[in-house]
């Protein structure tokens, strides 16, 4: 069965570095999502991508913030300046249709140092 | 803005015996979609079953069903003749027919299944 895989699996960075979490959504999926899931936290919306442009964001995406579908089977999220609040698990989605079901990857754990 | 929760931060469930995981929300909108994830330690999240806010009818997948109580904002899970395998992080979700690219979940319910 097709998966979306995110890599790396766990990225330790300085604060204040630039970071690139990347994913391959299901290939035939149009819509792509990022989530965070602080340690202990809930599991919390960042993003939607549909048609090469962000279609929904939530509050947590502030201007450090960006994604990119740089080619046709990437999805990234970068963030430019790293704080220790960043410090979580990613997980990147992606659904096939506007209301159907969206499927995860296994996560990128974020530590910032 | 639409809340899920979930006030069961533990359960536990004997091998081959049935549990109910709770999840009640908060929403003014009455169409939109239910949803159980299930997170082992590999940390993939996996959709467990489907629930649309405008089918009466429960969701039902093998060993997994729902009741839905749209009336009372209640969405559980039921897992029976549980399996070892089961033992995970189920997370419920909420996804706005309106608004599909947001959705929210519910803090999160850890089972443990005992041998």
């Known amino acids: 069965e097709p998966e979306v895989t995110q890599t790396p699996s766990h990225q330790v960075t300085q604060m204040g570095q630039e970071v690139i979490l990347r994913c391959v959504p299901i290939?035939?999926?149009?819509?792509f999502y990022w989530y965070r899931q602080i340690l202990g936290q809930k599991v919390e919306f960042l993003v939607s991508f549909y048609n090469n442009e962000i279609s929904e964001k939530s509050e947590i995406f502030d201007d450090q913030f960006s994604v990119e579908r740089p080619d046709g089977s990437n999805f990234t999220l970068k963030i430019r300046s790293t704080k220790l609040e960043d410090s979580a698990m990613y997980f990147c989605a992606s659904s096939e249709g506007r209301v159907q079901p969206q499927h995860f990857g296994d996560g990128t754990r974020l530590s910032i140092l | 803005a639409q809340t899920v929760t979930q006030s069961q931060p533990e359960m536990s469930v004997q091998e081959a015996e049935t549990v109910t995981l709770s999840c009640t929300y908060d929403?003014?909108?009455?169409?939109?979609?239910l949803f159980w994830y299930k997170q082992p330690p590999s940390r993939q999240m996996i959709l467990v079953i489907r629930q649309e806010a405008y089918k009466q009818q429960n969701a039902t997948e093998n060993r997994f069903s729902v009741n839905f109580q749209k009336a009372a904002k209640s969405f559980s899970l039921k897992i029976s003749d549980s399996q070892l395998g089961d033992a995970a992080m189920y997370f419920c979700a909420y996804r706005s027919a309106g608004a599909p690219n947001d959705m929210r979940f519910g803090a999160g319910t850890r089972l443990t299944v005992k041998p």
């Open positions: 290939s035939n999926h149009l819509y």
């Open positions: 929403t003014s909108e009455s169409d939109y979609y």
